[in-house]
């Protein structure tokens, strides 16, 4: 029932900020508490989690790319936004958004999935 749509640019220059917005329908995301997380697959790699906030508004990132990650809600529109900054080549990716019904232990933590969306980083 709950569908997430992931919307941004598909293209971002080196040193720049990536930003990418999950928009959220099918229910209310204020009424149960879950992880809405950022996950991305570069080329030829494993899926890696970026991070997420909660529907309560706390934070959690990758210890790899928290310093630079932030994720944040703008509830009034059922989005989270995230954005990663001073991005390099290695952050082209497949990036999605997921709700986890839990801090994620495996990727069966995470029920709902969008379809992803293809940044490259390049100038």
């Known amino acids: 029932q709950v569908q997430l749509q992931e919307s941004g640019p598909g293209l971002v220059k080196p040193s720049q900020t990536l930003s990418l917005t999950c928009t959220v329908s099918?229910?209310?995301?204020?009424?149960?508490?879950?992880?809405w997380s950022w996950i991305r697959q570069p080329p030829g790699k494993v899926l890696e989690w970026i991070g997420a906030?909660?529907?309560?508004?706390?934070?959690y990132y990758s210890p790899s790319l928290g310093s630079r990650t932030s994720i944040f809600w703008d509830t009034s529109k059922n989005q989270f936004t995230l954005q990663l900054s001073s991005v390099t080549p290695e952050d082209t990716a497949v990036y999605y958004c997921?709700?986890?019904?839990?801090?994620?232990?495996?990727?069966?933590?995470?029920?709902?999935w969008g379809q992803g969306t293809q940044v490259t980083v390049s100038s």
């Open positions: 997921a709700r986890g019904v839990r801090y994620g232990i495996s990727w069966d933590d995470y029920d709902y």
């Open positions: 099918g229910g209310s995301i204020t009424t149960n508490y879950y992880f």
């Open positions: 906030i909660t529907t309560g508004g706390s934070t």
